[in-house]
């Protein structure tokens, strides 16, 4: 396949010949796992069959296939099987989320299997609706927590000493922005109103205190807001580069059926409480809103809210991307996908998650290029050093879009241009970025911080990187940190290489938490020569909440006889850990029976069920070691 390429713009025409054609090298690797068989499939596996696992691969380069297929054969076989067994699941992993979904909300809204039962005597069961303020997700039910953390007598506890304060100073400075970080990547998971009354009406200002230790230049501590409430300022469901069918049909013979029963068993309960008021067909109505019939394949899908800790002269602004769904089969796929694009200068990124950030999509590898295209250092940054933003703060983005739009063969038509600029400009990133700026600009002493779990936390580290890539150094003069939790890795070495220089000094200002054997930060897969790395600062938390500053976490790999022993016993231990922790560490901490369903699941999948924010939000809480410091506003 022939390496893509677009219209130079008028950057690139101001730089040298070199440069030019270097920026037209877009390298890259697709593995498919539906483009081979079966056979193929044993014939690699086996017999090492280089002819058969190139089948699996598309690049711009036939070298690098058989290259790839060569030196990574049992990563991309393992990225092969784990991808073709999540697809064979997919719609069975949907058809239980919705299930599951519906069923909790069910029970959460009716307090619980006896209230149900009363409700369903009384004819008064209350159906739960999606997209409404009552409507928790999964992620929600496993862990209901939703007020940030605070310990008032902490200062109380220490001597008044200049060291003990320093301590204090680092102790609660760390502890209160990496929880409203682990709660906020928490809180991404659910629907736009639950986002926003949880941040307006139980994120109250008085309940946190970020400090900044006197080291960094800056008073030692300030207050987080003054009285009034957090200010949720937006929540985007943004589309990506992984487009479905349009929405508005619904083809699904058997989850038409699935309804189908589900309307009968309702129209039983209804007839037998004699609450005739409400048909069959409107609670088959609410009950189709509640699992979205309407945009079944959901074109928008990269989830991301942006807050403040106060209205007027914000001093931090934070940013939250969603993470990996319990049933979501694509988020999965995505996760254990090998594919890769190589951005010239900068090295090679995860192909799924620039997606997800809505720029580019494999199936026109030319869009990668249209908006991964490096500035030339003559690029104007709009930074006019008094920490203000230029008001042209969308050019470069329109830039892209008339780059994406030449790039079409269907650029002469008016109407497809005004879509796709439309398009464009509601992917995450440039929706983001817009909204950053805006609030930059209203904001002048504010700083912000980006987060997420899982695959959030993947999105909330590139969202930087292309900051940087895309030369925005009026934004990332204003970046105070990066906290990801349960993040898997986004790029290769000459990536990590190239963004510690920005991430890492003159103070370290990304950090990865990592809990025990939380599979997804050990995804994709990485040895001594294979392409993805780790970068920034590793706080690892075992099974006892004990933390430990590491350049990667133990056992990267999760492979070995060894590995797979402990991390049984490990599960065995945390099943153990859940009925107890209640007691233990107080009733914050006491685990929901879904929760606990899922540890026993973790007997059988323990990185699956370490992954939960639960142990990231206790991990924050019950951290015995904090060595890592701050970033200064």
Known sequence: MAAATSTPTEFEENSNDDDKSEMNITNYLIVRPEKGGILDLLRYLVWADIGSGVKFLESSDEGIMGGEAADHRWIILVSIIVRKI?????????????????????LFQNGGIMGLFLNFLQGKVVTPQRDTETFISTIGHLDGRIDL????????????????????????????????????????????????????????????NFCCPPQFFFPVC?????????????????????????????EDLELCQLFSWFKKIMFLYLVLSKNLLRSSDQVFG???????????????????????????????????FRGTEPFDADDWGTDFDYSWYEIPKLGRVHMGFLEALGLGHRADTATFHNHLQMKSTSFNHGYDGSGSLSSNTDSDMEENERDQFSASEEGTAVGHKKFLSEKVKKTA???????????????????????????????AVLFPTVLVLHQQTDIMKRLLGVYTFGQPRIGNLQLAKFMEAHLEYPVPKYFRVVYSYDLVPRLPCDDKTFLYKHFGVCLYYNSLYIEQKLDEEPDPNF?????????????????????????????????????????????????????????YVNSVRLGKERVVRMSSF
């Not at 064979?88 to 909300?105: I, Q, R, S, W």
């Not at 200062?155 to 320093?166: G, H, T, Y």
């Not at 609660?172 to 659910?190: F, H, P, Q, T, V």
């Open 86 to 106: 999540i697809s064979l699941f997919g719609k069975p992993m949907e058809y239980t989320g919705f299930v599951a979904d519906f069923f909790l909300n069910l």
């Open 149 to 208: 953390y605070r310990d008032e007598n902490l200062l109380e506890q220490l001597d008044n000493s200049v060291s003990a304060e320093k301590i204090a100073t680092e102790e609660i400075g760390n502890r209160a922005l990496m929880d409203l970080c682990i709660m906020a990547s928490k809180l991404a998971y659910e629907n736009a109103k639950v986002v926003q009354s949880t941040v307006v009406q139980h994120w109250k200002a008085s309940d946190s």
């Open 222 to 250: 300030f207050e987080l807001a003054t009285l009034n409430d957090m200010h949720f300022v937006d929540f985007y469901n943004c589309g990506n580069g992984k487009q479905h069918i349009l929405n508005g049909v619904m």
């Open 286 to 320: 609410a009950f189709s809103s509640c699992y979205g019939l309407i945009d079944f394949q959901k074109e928008m899908s990269t989830q991301v809210f942006i807050l403040c800790d106060k209205p007027k002269d914000a001093n931090l602004i934070l940013i939250s």
């Open 429 to 459: 990133y440039y929706a983001v970025r817009k909204k950053l700026k805006s609030i930059l600009m209203e904001h002048k002493n504010a700083k912000f911080v980006v987060t997420g779990h899982s695959l959030g936390g993947a999105l």
């Open 559 to 615: 492979y070995g006889l060894r590995n797979v022993v402990s991390a049984h016993l490990n599960s065995v231990w945390e099943l153990i850990r859940s009925f107890v922790v209640g007691y233990t560490h107080g009733p914050m901490y006491k685990e929901s029976w879904f929760m606990i369903f899922a540890r026993i699941m973790g007997l059988a999948l323990p990185g699956i069920a370490a992954h939960c924010p639960t142990d």
